[in-house]
Nanobody, 121 residues
């Protein structure tokens, strides 16, 4: 499985961005796709996840109500719609696949290359 993350950029606080994670290869093996982020000097942390087939979603408290994860199976793509962005959302965002919603990044099998989101105050 190959993952390609895109959509990052510079946005002012309160603004919105939509990230995309395009999957290719053996996509039939994908169960869960999650978004992680890593801010400078901090550990990588999970943000949200979605099951590939059923579309069940999970969110961390830090983004609940502001971020929405979704998927388009026809396009083999998972999205992360980010609204009401805050400066503390600034990070490199990664998508990754796993067998379930793990908060431990070491449990994820395949990773996208990351896309930088910068939120200015």
């Amino acid at each position: 499985v190959q993952l390609q993350a895109s959509g990052g950029g510079l946005v002012q606080a309160g603004g919105s961005l939509r990230l995309s994670c395009a999957a290719s290869g053996r996509t039939v093996s994908i169960y869960m796709v999650s978004w992680f982020r890593q801010a400078p000097g901090k550990e990588r942390e999970i943000v949200a996840g979605i099951t590939w087939s059923g579309g069940s979603t999970l969110y961390e408290d830090s983004v609940k109500g502001r971020f929405t994860i979704s998927r388009d199976n026809a396009k083999n793509t998972v999205y992360l719609q980010m609204n009401s962005l805050k400066p503390e959302d600034t990070a490199v965002y990664y998508c990754a696949t796993a067998k379930k919603y793990f908060r431990d990044s070491r449990m994820y099998d395949y990773w996208g290359q990351g896309t930088l989101v910068t939120v200015s105050s």
